[in-house]
C-alpha cells in the first residue's frame, strides 16, 4: 500500500518528475531496429516518457531520434524526407543529420545561413543498437555505458525479440511480472471445475502421485497445489533477485528465482537451466500505456525455426499482435473473453499467458490505485520492488546516480527454475542454479 | 426556468450530491434479471449514479453486486470467475460472495488469513429480484421494502420488461415521459402537409367527423386536433397524476393521464381500461446517460405472443435495438433521420415512438441548460415534477426521508386515458377511470 | 516568432476574443449555397468561430442560419420540420423564420402567445448569397456590403467554388497559403533522387537550358532552382500584396504574387494571365479546424466542363473528398503517405497539392506554437500578414473599424505571376500585370 504521493511519484514519468528523473538515467529501449530496417527508410514516430521523437535511419545506416518540431516554422519532421544522410523538412527544406546539427537551410541567403545555424539543431537522443534494440539515452549529461544484457551479447540466431503494447501504467504490468505467486491462478487451466496446469500449455493433468513425473511437468502441479509461495529477496548492484519457493514433492522446494533490473526490466522465471530465458523491460509510452520489449534467448544454441515461428505467432509472453505490435486480445475488447472456455478450460477465458498479464494490468485501472491494498508475504517482491525505484527517486533529486545506472557489467545476469531439498540455504539455491550469474554476492 | 444551482442539483446524481442521495434512499432498477440468466454465468459490468460494480449470480441463483476492485492489489473482479457460490478475482484467486464477504484469500497463511480476512470485504449492494427487474439499493442505511409496481406483481407472463440506453441526462429524458402536450407534434404522422394521426400507429387519417369513429380510433385525431392540453396536477403519497385533458367531439374532453413516482418512475398514459399498460423508470449510469427500463403489462390477461414479439423487435416506447440494449436510431448517426420521410410521411422523420422521444431529449444537451426556457401551462407537470424532486434534494440533505421511499403500497397505481363530459369534476374522472388505483386521495 | 500571448490572441476566434471580435466585424463565408439546394430542403448544422447553428432555405427560398436551440424547452432545431416559410421545432411545435422571429407557439392560448411570443425570437445571423456561397455576418451591429469578389462577379459557369475541411488552426493553414517559398520542396516532385517540377503537375523534367521553353513550363523550373525567393510586401485598402521574386532565366525575375484580404482571405498566385484565377477562405469552424472554402474562376471565359470535373475530382488546391466535404486523405490517416512515392517520385509521399498542404498545417499542430520559431527573409509575408491581423485585434478593442471591412470595392483586385526583368520597379512590375486590379495604389 503507498500513500497518494507515492503512487504518483511510482507512476509519472513525464519530464520534471522524480521517476521521470530516473528513467532518465538510463539507457531505454526506443524501438525495435527492425522498425528502421534499412537505410533511408521510411521515419517512424515514437513517444518515450511522454516525449515525442520522431526517428529515422540515415543513409549509413546511422540512427537519429530527434525532436519531431522543425525550428524553422513548426512543420512535424515524421513528413520529412530521409535521404542523403538525413532528414529534410518537406515545407521548406531544411535538413537535420541524426546528432540533430541543422545541414541545410535553403530558404536562407549562405550569410544569413551562417549565423543562424547554430541556433537551428533540434535535440536528438542518443542512440545505440544492441541485441536488435534501438536503445535511447534521455537524459541531459553524457551518456553511461549500455547495460549488458546476456540476449543481446549472444549471436543474433540465439534470441527472438520482440514488442508489445500495453494499455496502462508501466510499474504495474512490471509488478505482474515480478509476481510469481500469480502463476496458481491467472494462467491455470481447469478441469472437471478444479485448477490443473497452464491453460494450453501443459493441458494434460498431471499425475498425482508425483511418481515417474518429471520435474519439467511437476512444475505445473506445483503451481497449482501451492499458491503461496515464500519469497526471499536478494539485493544486488542492478536491483533484486526474488526468489519463490513452493512446495513440491517429498521434502523438496521448487524454487522460481526472478531478476528485477532497475528501473524496469525483469528477467522471468520457469525455466530450469537447459531452457530458454525469457526478459522484459516496460517502457513507459506516457503514463496510461507502455511498451514491453520481450526477450528469448538460449545461452548455449540458436532458436530453432519452430520455436521462433511460435514466437512470431503468439506464445508465452508473445502476445497474438495485430500491426504495430498491437495484441488482437486487448482493452477495448475485453480480451475477447470467452466465458465458456472460462467454465470449461481456462481460470480466465482469456486465451494466450501475456494476454492474462496484460488483462489483469489493465484491469487494475489505467494507473492502478495502490492506497487501497492488503499486501501479504507473497507480494514481498513487488513491495521490494517499489521501494527500490521510489528510493532512487528520492535519491536522483539529490544528485545520486541511480543504482545500477553506472554499473553495466552488473545486468549480465539469469532468471530461472530449480528443485532443492527445503533445507537447503538459500544462497547455496541460488549458487547451484545460477553459479556466478545471480548477481547476488555469495 | 430554473437557476443555474437548481439545474445542477436536479441533473448531478453521482456520490455526495443531494439529488444523488435522494436517488439512494430508493429502490433502483439495476439490471433485467435476463442479464443473470443462470446460476454462475458471466458477471455484467453496472454502473449506478456514477458508480462502477460488477454484477453476478451465484451459484445458488443469488444477485452478487459488488465493487469491482479486489481488495488485494485492485484487479477487477469483472474477469474474475464465478462458481462455488462466489467470484474469484483471476490474479490470486481471493474469493467473494454475494454479500461481498471474503471466503478465500489463498495468497494467505491460514493464521494471516484469519486476521485480514474482515478487513478484506468489498462493498455489496442489496439486490432484490422483481418483475424481471433486479433492484438494487445503494443506500447505507438498511433498505426500506420494495416499491410495489403493479407490472412486478402481475404473472411474469403478463408483462414485457426491457431496457434502453439513453444518451443524455436523466431528468430530461425522464419530463419527456411527463409531457404529454409532445404528442401533438413529435410523434405525429404527414399527409398532404398536414399532421395526422401517430406514423406507424394509425397511418390512416381518422375521419374528421367523429360519428362512427370509436374513440380508440378518434384520440388519435383529437391529440393532433389540440396541441395545447390543459393541466391538472394531483399529488399523492408516491407522486404526482399528471391529468391532461384536450378537446374531443361535443362536449367531451380526452383526458391522458401520467403517474410521476418518485423520483424516476412513470406510467404512461395512452390507454383506454382494456389496453396494455406502459411504464418507465429512468436509471442515471452517470450523469451524460440512463438507462431506461420499460415495462408492459396486462393486469387482466397474458400478453400475446404478437404483442411480445413486436415489443422485442422495437415498437411504442421499445425501440429496435442492436447488442447490449444500444438503439439502433441513436445520437451518434442522427438516429437515421430520413428527411424525405419527414416531408411526405413523418413529422419529425425519425422511424419509432421511442426513437422520436429519445432524439428530442437527447437533442437537449448532455445535460440540458433550464436556465433559458419558455415554460407555458402545457409544461405543469414538468414544473411540479422538478419541484418535487428539488424538494427532496432539500430534504434529504436534513435528514427528511424522501416522499415515497417509506411508502411501498402508494406505488401500486395505474395510469390511463378517459373521454368525460367537459363538465365532470376532476376526481370525479380520476375515480371513474381507475377507481381505486388512482393514488389519489378522492 | 510570436509570444505565447500573441500567438493565443491570433489563434483564438471564439465569442469575446480579440480575433473573435475582428471576424465578427467581416462577412463569413458560413455554407455553399448548394449545400442548402432547394426551398424546404434539409436543414444543415453549421458552426462558425465555435458558435452553433442551424441553416435552412425557406418555402421561399430564403436563407436562414439561427441559432439551434429552440427557446420553449431547448430541444435542437435541427431536428425540426422545414415548411411553410419556418422551421418547425419537432418537440411541440414552435415556428422561427429566417430571421428568427417566432411565427407560432402552439402549446399557448392565443392570449398567451401574444404576450410571450417577442420574448421567444432566436437569434439569427444575417445571411446573402453571392459567388454560390452563402455568407453570414455574425457581429452585433449592422452588416456592411459585402466585399465584392471576382469570383462571385463573374457568370456562375465562370467559376467552381467548394469547400474543404482543415484541421488545424485557421492562422496557421492560411500562412501555408501566403507562403510561396514552400512551393520549391512541399510540391515538388523527384526524379533520381532531386527535386523536378511539381508532382503530377509537371511530371516532365524540365530542360535545364531554358531556351525554347516557354515560361509556362520553365517556371517548374525556375520553382525548384530558387528555394529562396525575395519578398515585397505591398499594403492596400483590403489587405497586402505579397511580391515574391525567383531568379529565372538570364537577366529575369519569375514573380508570384499573391493577394491576402482581410481578415482570412488569399488570393493564389500560380497563373499567368491567360489562366485560371485560385482564392481561398480559411473559416474557423472552432480554434481546432476549419472550413476552407476554394474557389476557382476565369474571368475571360466559361470554365470547361474537363476542368470543373478535374476540380471535382481533386485538383490542385481541391482535394479528392469523401462525404460532407472531408478529404479521404487526412490527419487520421497520416494523410496516406505513401513512402515508395516519396522515394521515387514525390518530395512528400503525399498525392495531390491540397493535401500537401493540409498536411504540414496539421503537421503545426492542432494549434501552432509560434514561441519556438527561426523567422527568415522568406518569411517576411507571414509577419507581415500577422502584424496586420494582430493589429486589427488591437484596434477591434477601441471600436475602430477593422481594415477592409467598410471597403467593400477594394477586394476586387487579382493575383497572379510575371515574368520581368530583374531592374524593373516592384510598381511598374505590379503594374504591367494587373492593371489596376492590384488594389496596390500605383
Redesign the interface.
Known amino acids: 500500500m503507498l500513500s497518494s504521493e507515492d503512487n504518483a511519484r511510482l507512476t509519472r514519468t513525464g519530464p520534471d518528475t522524480p521517476m521521470g528523473n530516473v528513467f532518465r538515467a538510463y539507457w531505454m529501449p526506443a524501438l525495435l531496429s527492425s522498425e528502421l530496417p534499412e537505410p533511408?527508410?521510411?521515419p517512424k514516430r515514437v513517444r518515450l516518457l511522454g516525449e515525442d521523437f520522431v526517428a529515422f535511419r540515415d543513409t549509413r545506416g546511422r540512427v537519429g531520434i530527434v525532436e519531431p518540431?522543425c525550428?524553422?516554422?513548426?512543420?512535424?519532421l515524421?513528413?520529412g524526407?530521409v535521404?542523403?544522410c538525413g532528414i529534410?523538412?518537406?515545407?521548406?527544406?531544411w535538413k537535420f543529420d541524426h546528432r540533430g546539427n541543422c545541414l541545410e537551410?535553403?530558404?536562407?541567403?549562405p550569410e544569413?545561413e551562417e549565423r543562424?545555424r547554430p541556433?537551428?539543431a533540434i535535440r536528438a537522443l542518443e542512440a545505440r543498437e544492441s541485441g536488435d534494440v534501438i536503445w535511447a539515452y534521455m537524459g541531459d549529461g553524457p551518456a553511461p555505458e549500455l547495460p549488458r544484457f546476456e540476449f543481446a551479447e549472444v549471436p543474433p540466431e540465439h534470441r527472438f525479440v520482440s514488442k508489445k503494447l500495453q494499455q496502462c501504467n508501466w510499474a504495474q504490468a512490471c509488478?505482474g511480472g515480478l509476481d510469481t505467486?500469480?502463476f496458481?491462478?491467472?494462467h491455470a487451466g481447469i478441469r472437471d471445475?478444479e485448477r490443473v496446469g497452464l491453460h494450453e500449455v501443459s493441458p494434460q493433468r498431471p499425475r498425482s502421485d508425483g511418481e515417474n513425473e518429471p520435474p519439467s511437468m511437476a512444475r505445473f502441479r506445483w503451481l497449482i497445489e501451492d499458491?503461496?509461495p515464500q519469497f526471499t529477496v536478494l539485493e544486488h548492484d542492478a536491483g533484486l533477485l526474488l526468489c519463490a519457493s513452493r512446495e513440491a514433492d517429498g521434502d523438496q522446494l521448487y524454487w522460481r528465482m526472478t531478476q528485477f533490473l532497475m528501473p524496469n526490466h525483469s528477467l522471468a522465471p520457469g525455466n530450469f537451466p537447459d531452457e530458454n530465458n525469457l526478459g522484459n523491460t516496460w517502457v513507459p509510452i506516457d503514463d496510461e500505456s507502455c511498451w514491453i520489449f520481450c526477450y528469448c534467448w538460449n545461452p548455449d544454441r540458436p532458436l530453432t525455426e519452430k520455436e521462433t515461428e511460435r514466437l512470431s505467432r503468439g506464445w508465452g509472453v508473445f502476445p497474438e499482435m495485430e500491426a504495430d505490435y498491437v495484441p488482437v486480445r486487448r482493452r477495448e475488447n475485453d480480451?475477447l473473453?470467452d466465458?465458456t472456455l472460462?467454465?470449461e478450460s481456462s481460470?480466465?477465458g482469456?486465451r494466450g499467458i501475456s494476454e492474462?498479464d496484460q488483462?489483469?494490468a489493465d484491469?487494475?485501472?489505467l494507473i492502478?490505485?495502490?492506497t487501497?491494498?492488503?499486501?501479504?508475504?507473497?507480494?514481498l517482491g513487488?513491495v521490494k520492488f517499489r521501494n527500490m525505484v521510489l528510493a532512487a527517486a528520492s535519491g536522483v533529486g539529490e544528485g545520486k546516480t541511480p543504482k545500477g545506472a553506472d554499473c553495466p557489467d552488473a545486468y549480465l545476469v539469469r532468471s530461472g527454475d530449480i528443485v532443492a531439498p527445503a533445507d537447503t540455504e538459500i544462497l547455496d539455491v541460488v549458487e547451484s542454479r545460477f553459479g556466478t550469474m545471480s548477481g547476488v554476492a555469495l
Open positions: 533511408d527508410c521510411p518540431v525550428p524553422h516554422r513548426g512543420a512535424n515524421f513528413f524526407r535521404a542523403d529534410r523538412c518537406s515545407y521548406h527544406g537551410m535553403p530558404t536562407l541567403t544569413a543562424v541556433r537551428a509488478e505467486a500469480h496458481s491462478y491467472l471445475g499458491g503461496r480480451y473473453v466465458r472460462q467454465r481460470f480466465t482469456i492474462q488483462a489483469i484491469s487494475q485501472g492502478a490505485d495502490r487501497r491494498e492488503l499486501l501479504g508475504q507473497t507480494d513487488v
